[in-house]
């Protein structure tokens, strides 16, 4: 009888971990295309990702860069003070999206312009994305909006 119990024992407990190796596999696997890793213009300069690499890539919108194409296609800089990346998107911008404002983008880096399919940009006169702001910093370029 105690033999029994102690093999029921050791199947519940052989089981438990492979279903917990089975569920952080599956886990991992459905979260691989929902991770994206930030990126200041300076790092993409320094290391140029892959081109089928989707990433986050963030800093200020460049002075006097932004040019509109044909329909809903933008062209504009962004640039975190160390280095400048182009910038292409097609679609509508968010209703703030200006120069020297902060943003961010989502999208891919190929043949040396930023393929962008999403823009993001700041919600008010004080917020940027922390990313950002820490690029920004690193470059010595970053001014705090309350003086401080």
Avoid: C, W
């Avoid at 407990?13 to 929902?34: K, N, P, T």
């Avoid at 400048?84 to 703030?96: A, H, Q, W």
């Avoid at 008010?124 to 970053?142: C, F, H, I, N, R």
């Amino acid at each position: 009888m105690k033999n029994l119990k102690k093999k029921r024992r050791v199947q519940v407990i052989v089981l438990a971990v492979v279903a917990l190796v089975v569920s952080s596999g599956l886990i991992g696997y459905a979260m691989r295309d929902g991770i994206n890793f930030f990126r200041a213009p300076s790092q993409i300069v320094a290391e140029p990702p892959a081109p089928n690499e989707v990433f986050r890539i963030g800093g200020l919108v460049e002075e006097g860069s932004i040019i509109r194409g044909q329909g809903e296609t933008i062209q504009f800089s962004v640039t975190d003070g160390g280095a400048s990346i182009p910038v292409t998107f097609s679609g509508v911008l968010p209703d703030l999206f200006a120069e020297n404002q902060g943003m961010v983008g989502t999208g891919s880096y190929v043949n040396g312009v930023f393929e962008a399919t999403e823009i993001l940009a700041k919600h008010d006169e004080t917020y940027m994305p922390t990313e950002v702001v820490d690029a920004l910093k690193e470059q010595g370029v970053y001014k705090d909006p309350n003086g401080s």
